[in-house]
């Protein structure tokens, strides 16, 4: 199998070949959808570069967010790590990756188990002979005083996304971290502290990365809990060879371990465009879905003229049938991306109120109509903003981006993890129902494998 997917590949590099495995260029070419085997084959062995900004993007291709970590786990389970012989650890990360996309990073639920309390660690009266024959009671003067209560466990949950071995490659520093979110009220968080190190097992030398997720430090686009870590990181292995030849630097330090961890918030010039696009298709195939069938057609009849005019030029282009398409629907898969945005502006009715973002709509109701069509409006303009900017983003390439400030390319992004991370797929939410939080997963082995393979694909 791997065999024939390196012959494939070499497949796709030929100049003809190419132009029908990139998504991008076989559009512009004007090549429809490609169904051949060996596409097919060259799916299953490459990941989903870039990740769709949905809600349940993980959990539907059974990924989790970083690749390293995922050729780690498949090395942990290949040398019989017991606590990776099972999906458990995998699915953790999984669950944690489309968490973050729903409430964001800082987002938690509520509750947590807490250690069970024992009693109060006293023996029946009698039992060891204190008290006396003939059912008298026992003397008081001999009685133990009661034992003080333990103070119960404070609340912490685990952040999978952020627990791992890091490894600073300059040094060969390696610290095994596990993250969790606390409260401010923690007993290991010095003061107002927004996060702190501690050694959890001195045994296996495993440290707890503790943080408050509400702390007012964590309030900024540009400062995380993972940048926390990394910083502190970068700390630690400063403070560690600091007796070495040479004067450790922080910041280079710093620097290495961004580069190596820091993939999630860095700013890819090259994969954003398709971010965008790939979030516009998703809201355009939520919305088909979310729409009856009967009333499908009417998607592609409230369009004005010249709307049409350049649906039907991008149905020729990609020779799709439009008898077909714009009567399911589908043509917003395939039309120009300005047309998601004409069909949420016109079928507002679709796309709010937990239908495809959680934002009320038809629920809002001040008991005066102007006041409420106000209301409406506003959240109708909100969104159709997040769109703009995603659709701007669509149409940049990366030379184009370098131009702009980083501002603005910022707030294209932003827009585009608000647009993405709110959307509920319908898909998603069967997925939940047909498969329970708890129930056992047999995918992790052939998932792992997989994983293996990942970084040999897609060099």
Known sequence: MIALTRHGMKCI?????????????????????????????FKAFRRTSPHSKTAGAYGRILIVKDNARAVEMVN?????????????????????????????AGGR????????????????????????????APDPDLAKPPEPEKPAAPERREAPLLSRRYQHGGTSMKWNVIAYEVDAKDPDLAGDAPWAMIMGDVTTKTHHFLFNPAHKTFES???????????????????????????????????????AYGEETALDLKALPNSATSVLVDVARCLVSVCPEEERTSLYNDLGVDEQTAVMRALAAKKIKPSEATVNGSFLL?????????????RPD??????????????????????????????LSRYLALIDDAVW???????????????????????????????????????????PRGRPWDFCHSAWRRASSLSSVRT
């Open 221 to 259: 686009i540009t400062m995380t809990p993972r940048d926390a870590l990394l910083a502190h990181l970068a700390y630690m292995t400063a403070d560690q060879t600091r007796n070495s030849s040479q004067e450790p630097d922080f910041a280079r330090l710093f620097a290495d371990f961004r580069d």
């Open 109 to 136: 639920a509520t509750g947590g188990k807490e250690p069970s309390s024992g009693g109060d660690g006293q023996l029946p009266p009698g039992l060891l002979g204190g008290a006396t024959s003939g059912g008298d």
């Open 393 to 435: 983003l669509s149409k940049q390439d990366s030379g184009d981006l370098a131009s702009n400030s980083r501002s603005e390319v910022i707030r294209a992004v932003m827009s585009l993890e608000l647009l993405g991370s709110g959307l509920i797929a319908k898909r998603s939410r069967l997925r939940r129902e047909q498969w």
């Open 76 to 104: 942990a389970f290949h040398d019989g790590n017991p606590d990776y012989q099972d999906d458990s650890k995998w699915w953790e990360l999984v669950e944690a990756a489309d968490r973050e996309l729903l409430y964001g």
């Open 334 to 346: 395939s039309g120009p991306l300005e047309i998601v945005r004409i069909a949420v502006e016109k």
């Open 13 to 41: 590099e030929s100049s003809e070949e190419k132009g029908r495995f990139d998504r991008k260029k076989a559009k512009d070419l004007g090549y429809g959808p490609n169904e051949s085997p060996l596409f097919r084959l």
């Open 350 to 379: 679709l796309c709010f109120d937990g239908k495809l973002w959680d934002s009320p709509y038809a629920d809002l109701d001040y008991g005066d109509p102007q006041i409420t069509d106000e209301a409406r409006a506003g959240v």
